[in-house]
């Protein structure tokens, strides 16, 4: 089933001390189990083609099913979830999250931009590994197509927030979903960005979200979840609302 939503858009420091707020959503974690990329890097050491089958495999999307005790199984922790907002509710200081990422030029129209730690619940955190992400011009802009336009990360990140959302609702709702494609557009006119027509904006003109989800509910249960992810969504919302951005040189 599919459904789809529209929407314009608008415009080192040290480690803090555990808060209650970090202690009660610590606690809701579960002990974490091994990983398949890591079984299948110590079987890599000893049977590379084997190990090199098994990945191929994993990437292939396979049907999801639910638990043995009749429960939704989308991958997503609800009950750690909920206690979280439990003890936020109860020590709101720990909501205060700050997200940073950096950006190093490297060559022409060709940059580097990475996310490794953040502040929230009361204290400086750390992804489990750094990201980085490359970010370029396509060669009909005269320039080397290195990696993804910066707007094509912007749709990259409203299509994350989004699915991630559907997930969680849907597993909230006792939903199994068994596969999930969202695909987005976002049109454009360059003559904004190129200075010819100072009527037209540089950014997008509207943006346009489809979702094609396999799951065991109803058309109208599938568009409940897809609106309630919407809701909630972060980048959905500094997409559609003014936010307050400030540019400076240090």
């Known amino acids: 089933m599919a459904t789809k939503r529209k929407t314009k858009a608008k415009s080192a420091r040290k480690p803090a001390k555990k808060t209650a707020a970090t202690r009660a959503v610590k606690a809701t974690r579960k002990p974490a189990k091994k990983s398949a990329r890591r079984v299948l890097r110590k079987r ?71 996310v490794d730690g953040f502040f929230g619940l009361g204290g400086e955190q750390a992804h489990r590994t750094r990201y980085a992400f490359e970010s370029d011009h396509p060669e009909v802009f005269a320039s080397e197509d290195n990696g993804a336009t910066p707007v094509e990360m912007v749709l990259c990140g409203l299509a994350g927030c989004l699915t991630a959302g559907v997930a969680s609702v849907a597993q909230r709702r006792n939903v199994q979903l068994h596969s999930v494609k969202a695909t987005l557009e976002g049109s454009m006119d360059l ?60």
């Open 44 to 114: 890599a050491t000893r049977r590379p083609n084997r190990a090199a089958k098994q990945t191929a495999r994993a990437a292939i999307p396979t049907k999801r099913s639910r638990r043995a005790d009749g429960s939704a199984d989308n991958g997503v922790d609800v009950a750690a979830l909920l206690a979280a907002r439990e003890a936020l509710t109860a020590a709101p200081a720990g909501a205060k999250f700050t997200w940073r990422a950096t950006c190093d030029w490297l060559n022409g129209t060709h940059a580097r931009s990475a």
């Open 191 to 250: 003559q904004g960005i190129l200075g010819i027509d100072g009527d037209v904006r540089n950014g997008f003109d509207d943006i346009v979200v489809s979702f094609e989800i396999d799951a065991d509910a109803s058309r109208d249960d599938i568009e409940a979840i897809v609106a309630q992810s919407q809701k909630r969504s972060a980048v959905y919302d500094i997409i559609t609302n003014p936010t307050n951005v400030a540019v400076v040189v240090k």
